[in-house]
């Protein structure tokens, strides 16, 4: 089990969290295909993939990569934290041999509400240091000595109207 993390211990600039995932195998991604019941022939038959639809190899589940960006929020966030909003966009395709790191950085923090709340610039790379998918998360923190992050987390007037940035 982790180790509690508090608002306080959180700065602007930090990396919350960094995961690596790969180099992802054809097996990685039909896996996931299977779990989720996408059965579309891009995920898992290189040969239609690449004669049919012309890509580049079998694709990885954008579904996929929205999981390992909740991952890495809510790994980064501890077990008192609590991932609240996510907005994310897919730049690039991921294919099977990519390696794939995940990452969320600090900008911003703020208490409200007796609650602190982390803004997160959150991103997918490739083993290039390519992005392959962007976004901004915003996480919820206890101060110390204050009371718990709600579970389920209900949204309250004092915090409503934080929004997440509009910038990609």
Not at 20 to 30: A, C, L, Q
Not at 132 to 145: C, E, Q
Not at 153 to 168: I, K, Q, S
Request: charged share 25%; hydrophobic share 40%.
């Amino acid at each position: 089990m982790s180790e509690s993390l508090y608002f306080e211990d959180v700065e602007v600039g930090q990396t919350l969290m960094r995961l690596k995932k790969g180099p992802m195998t054809t097996t990685h991604i039909m896996r996931w295909s299977s779990a989720i019941e996408n059965w579309h022939r891009i995920h898992y038959d290189q040969r239609f993939a690449i004669d049919h639809d012309k890509l580049p190899d079998v694709l990885v589940n954008g579904s996929w990569k929205q999981h390992v960006l909740a991952q890495v929020m809510k790994d980064g966030l501890g077990p008192e934290g609590w991932l609240w909003k996510i907005k994310f966009r897919y730049d690039k395709m991921n294919v099977a041999g990519d390696t794939i790191f995940a990452e969320a950085k600090v900008v911003e923090k703020q208490v409200l509400g007796g609650l602190g709340f982390v803004t997160c610039r959150i991103a997918l790379t490739d083993q290039n240091d390519t992005i392959n998918t962007s976004g901004w998360a915003i996480g919820v923190l206890p101060l110390r000595g204050g009371r718990a992050v709600p579970y389920p987390f209900v949204v309250d007037p004092a915090y409503a109207d934080l929004n997440l940035p509009n910038e990609r």
